[in-house]
C-alpha cells in the first residue's frame, strides 16, 4: 500500500530488495522507503510516523514484507499513562541524572559511548563495526526536528537519546547508553524520560518503532500501557501479554 494522502503527493516510495531480518533469524525482510529525504517537512514526516514509518538517518521506511506482519508499529498514550510498580523504581533509582539537549553534533565522548554500548548489546551484529561516518549517517544526519538529549551522572556521561518532534508527539529515534550500569535500568528510563517530556509538551504520543512479539529485543515495548499498535491500518490499543 502507497500513501497518496496530501502530504504526500510529492513523495515517491520504493521497495528494497529483501534482506536478512535484524530480529527474526532465518527470516528474509523488505522495507518500502520514502524518498526524497529533502521534500520530507515536519508535516509530511509526521504523517509519515503515524502511517507505520521510522527514521534512520535520512533514511526514512517501514516493512514491506510479503509473508510477514511481526513488526507493529507502536505508540504509548503519554496522557494515560502511569508506571508500574518496577518503572517507579527505575525513575525513582535514576532521579538524580541531569538531561540536557543538544543540537545534533559530533562530539568523541558521545560516540566511544555508542561504540561501548554497542560492542556490549550488539557484539557481532555489524553495527559494532560502526565507525564515525556511519555514527554520524546514523543519529546526526536528519531533515526533521530532532534533538540529542545527553544524561550525566554528575560529570559522567551515561545516556544518550535522539528524539523526533513531530506533529502530535515524539518519536523515540535511538538512544544508547553506558552498558556496565545494567543495574540502573538506563534503556527504560530512557523511554519513561520521553513519554513524561511528551506530557510536558502537551503532546499525546510517544511513538517507539516496531513492537515485534517474538523478538526479545522489540518485545518490552507492550509494557508501557497503554501502547496502541497500528493494525490492518488502524491505531488500536494492544493489551499487555
Same mark, same amino acid.
Given at each position: 500500500?502507497?500513501?497518496?494522502?496530501?502530504?504526500?503527493?510529492?513523495?515517491?516510495?520504493?521497495?528494497?530488495?529483501?534482506?536478512?531480518?535484524?530480529?527474526?533469524?532465518?527470516?528474509?525482510?523488505?522495507?518500502?522507503?520514502?524518498?526524497?529525504?529533502?521534500?520530507?517537512?515536519?508535516?509530511?514526516?509526521?504523517?509519515?510516523?503515524?502511517a507505520g514509518f521510522r527514521r534512520s538517518g535520512q533514511f526514512i521506511y517501514r516493512p514491506h514484507c510479503e509473508h510477514c506482519r511481526a513488526c507493529v508499529p507502536v505508540?504509548?498514550?503519554?496522557?494515560?499513562?502511569?508506571?508500574?510498580?518496577?518503572?517507579?523504581?527505575?525513575?525513582?533509582?535514576?532521579?538524580?541524572?541531569?538531561?540536557?539537549?543538544?543540537?545534533?553534533?559530533?562530539?568523541?565522548?558521545? /560516540?566511544?559511548? /555508542?561504540?561501548?554500548?554497542?560492542?556490549?548489546?550488539?557484539?557481532?551484529?555489524?553495527?559494532?563495526?560502526?565507525?564515525?561516518?556511519?555514527?554520524?549517517?546514523?543519529?546526526?544526519?536528519?531533515?526533521?526536528?530532532?534533538?540529542?538529549?545527553?544524561?550525566?551522572?554528575?560529570?559522567?556521561?551515561?545516556?544518550?537519546?535522539?528524539?523526533?518532534?513531530?506533529?502530535?508527539?515524539?518519536?523515540?529515534?535511538?538512544?544508547?547508553?553506558?552498558?556496565?550500569?545494567?543495574?540502573?535500568?538506563?534503556?527504560?528510563?530512557?523511554?519513561?524520560?520521553?513519554?513524561?517530556?511528551?506530557?510536558?509538551?502537551?503532546?499525546?504520543?510517544?511513538?517507539?518503532?516496531?513492537?515485534?512479539?517474538?523478538?526479545?529485543?522489540?518485545?518490552?515495548?507492550?509494557?508501557?500501557?497503554?501502547?496502541?499498535?497500528?493494525?490492518?491500518?488502524?491505531?488500536?490499543?494492544?493489551?499487555?501479554?
Amino acid at each position: 500500500m502507497y500513501p497518496t494522502e496530501p502530504p504526500f503527493q510529492r513523495i515517491q516510495f520504493y521497495l528494497t530488495a529483501h534482506y536478512d531480518c535484524s530480529y527474526l533469524p532465518g527470516e528474509r525482510a523488505r522495507s518500502q522507503v520514502a524518498t526524497p529525504a529533502h521534500l520530507i517537512d515536519r508535516h509530511a514526516y509526521s504523517a509519515l510516523i503515524r502511517a507505520g514509518f521510522r527514521r534512520s538517518g535520512q533514511f526514512i521506511y517501514r516493512p514491506h514484507c510479503e509473508h510477514c506482519r511481526a513488526c507493529v508499529p507502536v505508540r504509548v498514550d503519554a496522557a494515560r499513562f502511569a508506571p508500574n510498580r518496577t518503572q517507579r523504581r527505575c525513575l525513582k533509582r535514576n532521579r538524580g541524572l541531569d538531561a540536557r539537549f543538544l543540537p545534533l553534533d559530533f562530539r568523541n565522548e558521545h /560516540y566511544d559511548l /555508542y561504540r561501548r554500548y554497542l560492542g556490549s548489546r550488539h557484539a557481532g551484529g555489524g553495527m559494532d563495526r560502526d565507525g564515525p561516518d556511519q555514527y554520524i549517517q546514523f543519529l546526526l544526519s536528519s531533515n526533521v526536528d530532532s534533538a540529542m538529549v545527553e544524561f550525566r551522572d554528575g560529570d559522567t556521561l551515561v545516556m544518550i537519546a535522539v528524539i523526533d518532534q513531530i506533529d502530535d508527539g515524539l518519536s523515540a529515534v535511538y538512544t544508547f547508553f553506558d552498558p556496565h550500569r545494567g543495574q540502573d535500568s538506563l534503556g527504560v528510563y530512557g523511554v519513561l524520560w520521553q513519554i513524561e517530556l511528551a506530557r510536558r509538551l502537551e503532546l499525546p504520543y510517544l511513538y517507539l518503532g516496531y513492537w515485534i512479539a517474538a523478538s526479545r529485543k522489540m518485545a518490552y515495548k507492550i509494557q508501557y500501557a497503554p501502547l496502541e499498535g497500528l493494525v490492518d491500518g488502524r491505531w488500536q490499543p494492544l493489551a499487555p501479554a
